[in-house]
Structures are given as C-alpha cells and as structure tokens.
C-alpha cells in the first residue's frame, strides 16, 4: 500500500502564499504522476495541477501563472506553491499519486489520495 501525507495548509489574506507538501511512502515501485486537486464547499473536487514523471506540468486555467507545481529530488514528495491567493482558492486540497506497487500477483497501478489540508484564504 502507499500513503500520502500532505501539510503546509493553513489561513491566509488575499494576495498571500502557501506552500503545500505531500510526501509518498509505503512499497513503491514507482510514482509515474502526482497531482493536486481541490474540493470546496458544496462543490465536486477539481483538479489543480499535476505533473508527470517526465515532468511535464498541467495547470487549471483558474490558477495558471499563479500556482507551480515540482516533485522533489526523491521523487516521491511534489509541492504545490501558491501565490497571488484569492478567496476562491479555499478549499481542502488533495495530494494524488498514480503508482504502481509490486504485489504477489504482479504489478499493480492504482491512484491513491491524501486526507487533504485546508486552505483558506480570507482577511
């Protein structure tokens, strides 16, 4: 199994920063994308920002230019940095990892999640 752990939630004012971290541990054979993803209140969750193994990044319009995406030298933690926050950037975000274990009956790729920090941004 693998486990996600994410932190670096919190309050922020408008036009602040934030920077979130999630860290993948458990039997891991490899970690082909990561991503973060939101869920406001009354809302579906929605993608932020993911980023392949490659390091290909893909942003949603609503935080293009503001928010950047990167994985550690370890390859099993990214970080999310987020500047210029509006009010509507609050939401609980969610560390995502496709990957892939190795299991008796042979390799097996699965997405997993985090339990999610949240974000508020507010004054």
């Known amino acids: 199994q693998v486990q996600l752990v994410e932190s670096g939630g919190g309050l922020v004012q408008p036009g602040g920063s934030l920077r979130l971290s999630c860290a993948a541990s458990g039997s891991i054979f490899s970690i082909n994308a990561m991503g973060w993803y939101r869920q406001a209140p009354g809302k579906q969750r929605e993608l932020v920002a993911t980023i392949i193994s490659g390091g290909n990044t893909n942003y949603a319009n609503s935080v293009e230019g503001r928010f950047t995406i990167s994985r550690g030298s370890a390859k099993n933690t990214v970080y999310l940095q987020m500047n210029t926050l509006k009010p509507e950037d609050t939401a609980v975000y969610y560390c995502?990892?496709?990957?892939?274990?190795?299991?008796?009956?042979?390799?097996?790729?699965?997405?997993?999640w985090g339990q999610g920090t949240q974000v508020t941004v507010s004054s």
């Open positions: 995502n990892a496709g990957a892939t274990t190795r299991e008796t009956r042979g390799y097996v790729r699965r997405d997993y």
